[in-house]
Nanobody, 124 residues
Framework: VQLQAYGGGSVQTGGSLRLSCAASGPTFSNYATGWFRQAPGKEREFVAAISWTGSSRYYADSVKGRFTISRDNAKNTMYLQMNSLKPEDTAVYYC??????????????????WGQGTQVTVSS
């Protein structure tokens, strides 16, 4: 599966953005998917994940209550709605996928497929 993330941009503190990740291939519905981010000078970190069934969602503590992950298998697309954005959310955001997933949703090596990143910048 190939992934393409888009929807990043620049917003002020408290603003919102919705990231999208479009997937190619007919079996997107069989993939657990998620988002990671990497800020300059920092390690890549887990943001959110959703199981291949869509029934389970996982979030980093830093984004709980502000971000919502979802997917539309009919459109082969995953989304990340980001509200109440903070400057510390500034990073390049990557979408990821793993066939069925094995439960290690927060581990970057869980995912075999990575999209190119999309930049999110939150100014104070």
């Amino acid at each position: 599966v190939q992934l393409q993330a888009y929807g990043g941009g620049s917003v002020q503190t408290g603003g919102s953005l919705r990231l999208s990740c479009a997937a190619s291939g007919p079996t997107f519905s069989n993939y657990a998917t998620g988002w990671f981010r990497q800020a300059p000078g920092k390690e890549r970190e887990f943001v959110a994940a959703i199981s291949w069934t869509g029934s389970s969602r996982y979030y980093a503590d830093s984004v709980k209550g502000r971000f919502t992950i979802s997917r539309d298998n009919a459109k082969n697309t995953m989304y990340l709605q980001m509200n109440s954005l903070k400057p510390e959310d500034t990073a390049v955001y990557y979408c990821v996928a793993d066939l069925y997933g094995s439960g290690r949703y927060e581990q970057s090596d869980e995912y075999d497929y990575w999209g190119q990143g999309t930049q999110v910048t939150v100014s104070s």
